[in-house]
């Protein structure tokens, strides 16, 4: 069965500095991984996503993903964060190859930007 | 566009009572899928439909119905809320649904039941 992880449940990063949100996952077959970010009472917003070739995927407002697959790993990175990048991630993973295809979430982890 | 837009954005139920949570996309996408997001467990699918006249099953659709008369709506239906469903639903569309489709999500419900 496909599966998402987050393993950790909060994230926090002085602005400035590097930021990275871990994700690793589990799917037979190829795996289309996904980030997304959630803002406080807003809905979901697409970063980035992981279909095939490069493994260093670049993203919205700064982000980017490494893919590793031999880690089964598709972590988010930021070089520089800002405070307003504090907010709810998302890792993802696309289930089957058909139409149809559900996201399968990860639980979330909670990034906090200080100042 | 205005994309993915749901309705209302808060509602309180008692027990027992019956309601329909209303999504709708302008972007002539062909998935549509409802979530609900609790915390601590992401989001977990609850109805999908590939086109209109198709729905199907998720992984939490138990007290739920959906429909899907026109590409543009998917509504879902609480048929007796409980206060199991306490939580906040997301709608979501992609072009097809296929597995490298980017799914775009609405702005939630958030429902609260008594």
């Known amino acids: 069965a496909q599966s998402v992880a987050q393993p950790e449940d909060q994230v926090n990063v002085a602005e400035g500095n590097p930021l990275t949100v871990k994700c690793t996952y589990s799917?037979?077959?190829?795996?289309?991984l996904f980030w997304y970010v959630q803002y406080p009472n807003r809905g979901l917003q697409f970063l980035l996503k992981?279909?095939?070739?490069?493994?260093l995927v670049k993203g919205s407002y700064g982000f980017e993903a490494e893919f590793n697959k031999s880690q089964t790993s598709f972590h988010l990175k930021k070089p520089s964060a800002l405070v307003s990048d504090s907010a709810l991630y998302f890792c993802?993973?696309?289930?089957?190859?058909?139409?149809?295809?559900?996201?399968?979430f990860g639980k979330g982890t909670t990034l906090s930007v200080s100042s | 566009n205005a994309g993915v837009t749901q309705t209302p954005k808060f509602q309180v139920l008692k027990t027992g009572q019956s309601m329909t949570l209303q999504c709708a996309q302008d972007?002539?996408?062909?998935?549509m899928s409802w979530y609900r997001q609790d915390p601590g467990m992401g989001l977990r699918l609850i109805h999908y439909?590939?086109?209109?006249?198709?729905?199907d099953q998720g992984e939490v659709p138990n007290g739920y119905n959906v429909s899907r008369s026109t590409t543009e709506d998917f509504p879902l239906r609480l048929l007796s809320a409980a206060p199991s469903q306490t939580s906040v639903y997301f709608c979501?569309?992609?072009?097809?649904?296929?597995?490298?489709?980017?799914?775009?999500f609405g702005p939630g419900t958030r429902l609260t039941v008594l």
């Open positions: 979501a569309s992609s072009p097809s649904g296929g597995s490298t489709d980017t799914q775009y």
């Open positions: 992981y279909i095939t070739g490069d493994n």
């Open positions: 993802a993973v696309k289930r089957g190859n058909q139409a149809g295809t559900a996201l399968i």
């Open positions: 972007m002539n996408h062909e998935y």
């Open positions: 439909s590939v086109g209109a006249g198709i729905t």
């Open positions: 799917v037979s077959g190829n795996p289309y």
